[in-house]
């Protein structure tokens, strides 16, 4: 989990309050960036959004990539749909 995370989209710094992203966070960004560059870079406006498919127990079992424009994305203040999550299973060993 990332230190400086923004309160919510278009927020300040949950951490110090500062506009996101503050300078703690840039300078993380700017190192992780640095690793990957290519990742990074995008058309203006578009954005890549990873997800993943749950199954009955909310362990993942599918990851979902969706390149979208970001004008058209909205905040949701309420989870969409009641889906009880059953206990998680316990990691195979080996």
Sequence with gaps: ?????????GGP?????????CVPRRAAMLKEFA????EA????????LDGYVLDRRGDAIARRSLFVMSAGLRWLNQPVGNRPVLPRSRARAG
């Design 13 to 21: 710094c949950l951490a110090c309050r500062e506009p996101w992203p």
């Design 41 to 48: 870079l995008t058309y203006d406006g578009w954005t890549w």
């Design 1 to 9: 989990m990332e230190e400086h995370p923004p309160a919510y989209p």
């Design 35 to 38: 690793k990957a560059p290519n």
